[in-house]
Structures are given as structure tokens and as C-alpha cells.
């Protein structure tokens, strides 16, 4: 808190308001203030404060800037203090709070791709990497066996998948990188070491969830991973038809291919489905569903930088 603080100080002398947004503030102070005398509950405060900051926060350039700054980088500590920490206070769903520590720990990875990239994977920047995601990883453990715990297996499955695709995309993207770029083994080795254990932990967690799943019949289960398959090759299909900034178009054709491919698999999966083969259709069912998310992830990767990464889907 003290360090955020200091942060904040140093930005005051950048942040000005229009008359606009002064307004706005205002009119949040006194709506809060006409409150009945009452105890107000810890959320209710926590939300207030969060609105109240992010209204001011929004209108700085300092929050925009943050938004892609870089381990080392001055306006990091803003990111991830300021940026990140109003976003989460306004998430509240258990499963977007648990999506939302996989989109940062995607994030981390996302960043330590960009440093590798500018041969800035070194000291202060390189430990930030390493403690984020280390950090991030264990709040998603916690998560998934908390699910397991309350009984939520699918939950918890569905949880685990995401990361295990996060995972898969970022480990080939690390050993790429490292063949484009020759780094100094001693920079680029522990993260790549550490991202691979995290990955075969997750495959073995998620391969102990699979296996002690048994609440359902083979036909039902079937019929809930084609649901779920397809709705992973849907969001998929959503996020390829929304604007993006990246300069290389190019992506979009190969990525339909790939679409196309999982289309087909999907086709195979209600086919096995519907003559009777559940066991057969639900392995083809969570096979599209963790290659469309690894597709999603690489494509996301791939806007960013340049690093050619294969992927077998359907393979």
C-alpha cells in the first residue's frame, strides 16, 4: 500500500481534470455522502472506492500509457497497482475472478515474450516475471481444488483446461523465441523451466479431475462437452471478428483454416455422439475444446509479436 501510494504522489503533478469529469466526481462524493446513516458493508465500500478511482484514473494519460508498459518499464507498478487492482475490485463471480487470474497470468507470459524480444529479460525485470506468474499460477491452483472441494468438478475442469491451453501456447512460444534470439540460457532457461512444470502439473491435475468425474452418464457427459466444445469454437469465431490493431493481417486467413479444422472435429464428435460412441465423442469433444483455446491464445500472441508457432489441431 505504501509503495502504491508513493506512486500515486508522483503522479498527482500529471493528472488534470476537465470540467466535465470534475463534475462527475462531485456528483459520486455527494451521492455517496446522501447515504442513510447506516453501516455500510465492507463490499459496498470497496465498490464505492473502486468506481471513485477508476473514474479519476480513466481520464489520465498515465492509465493508457500503463496499460502496455513492460516489466522495468516507469508506469508497470501503475499497470499492475492501479490498473489491474481496480479491475479486480470490480469483479465479483467466482468463475470471472478465476478467468480473470488466467488473463493475467497470459498476460505475464505475454510480457515476458515482448522482453525476451528486446533482450530485456534481465535482472529486476526477469524476477517481476517470474514472481507474477508464479504468483498468479498459485491463485489458479487454489481456485480449481477450491471447485473441487465445493464439488464443482466441471467447474473445475473448465478451469484447469484454459490454463493448460494458456500454458501449452506459451511454452512454444518461449522455445521459438529462444531459437530466434539465442539469449543467454541463464535469462530465458528458469522461466522456461518453470512454465513447463506448471504445465505438466495442470495436465496431471486435469487428468485426476477427468478421471474421478463420474456423476454423469457417458451419454450426458457427451452431450455437455459437444455443448461445451462448441461454445469454444465460438468464442473463437467472436474474437476473429472483432477489429484489431495488428499491423499483420495475414493471421486471419491462416486462422480461419484452423477454424475450419476444428469445425470438422466437432462434426466428428456429434456423429460419434449420435451413434452411441460417447466415450469417442467426448475425446474428440475436449480435444476441440483445448486446441480452439490454444488457437485463441497463439492468435492473440501473435498480434503482439512475430513468432511462428505450429499447432496441431486435430492432430
Do not use: C, W
Amino acid at each position: 500500500m505504501n509503495r502504491l501510494l508513493e506512486q500515486l504522489k508522483e503522479l498527482k503533478l500529471s493528472v488534470r481534470f476537465d470540467p466535465s469529469r470534475k463534475l462527475e466526481i462531485r456528483r459520486i462524493l455527494q451521492q455517496l455522502s446522501s447515504q442513510p446513516q447506516k453501516r455500510m458493508s465492507f463490499q459496498f465500500l470497496r465498490v464505492a472506492f473502486a468506481v471513485l478511482v477508476l473514474v479519476i484514473v480513466a481520464g489520465t494519460s498515465a492509465s493508457y500509457a500503463a496499460a502496455d508498459a513492460l516489466p522495468g518499464d516507469a508506469l508497470y507498478p501503475f499497470k499492475v497497482h492501479v490498473n489491474e487492482a481496480v479491475q479486480s475490485a470490480l469483479t465479483f463471480a467466482p468463475q470471472a475472478k478465476a478467468q480473470l487470474e488466467i488473463d493475467r497470468a497470459e498476460l505475464r507470459l505475454e510480457e515476458a515474450d515482448q522482453l525476451v524480444l528486446l533482450n530485456r529479460l534481465t535482472g529486476s525485470a526477469k524476477q517481476a516475471v517470474e514472481d507474477n506468474f508464479d504468483r498468479h499460477a498459485q491463485n489458479i491452483d487454489d481456485r480449481v481444488q477450491k471447485l473441487e472441494s465445493s464439488g464443482d468438478g466441471s467447474g473445475a475442469l473448465d478451469l484447469n483446461s484454459r490454463f493448460e491451453s494458456v500454458l501449452q501456447v506459451h511454452q512454444q512460444v518461449l522455445e521459438s523465441l529462444h531459437g530466434q534470439t539465442g539469449p543467454d540460457p541463464s535469462q530465458l532457461g528458469p522461466l522456461q523451466d518453470n512454465v513447463t512444470q506448471t504445465l505438466n502439473s495442470v495436465r496431471r491435475h486435469r487428468a485426476k479431475i477427468e478421471s474421478g468425474d463420474g456423476k454423469n452418464t457417458p451419454e450426458k457427459s457427451s452431450q455437455s462437452d459437444l455443448v461445451s466444445a462448441q461454445n469454444a469454437v465460438n468464442e473463437v469465431k467472436t474474437f476473429l471478428a472483432q477489429p484489431q490493431r495488428s499491423r499483420r493481417r495475414g493471421k486471419a486467413r491462416n486462422s480461419q483454416d484452423d477454424v475450419t479444422k476444428l469445425e470438422l472435429m466437432l462434426s466428428q464428435a456429434k456423429d460419434k455422439n449420435q451413434s452411441g460412441d460417447y466415450k469417442d465423442a467426448s475425446s474428440l469433444s475436449n480435444q476441440a475444446i483445448r486446441d480452439a483455446r490454444e488457437l485463441k491464445t497463439l492468435i492473440k500472441v501473435q498480434r503482439k509479436i512475430d513468432v511462428d508457432v505450429k499447432l496441431g489441431i486435430g492432430d
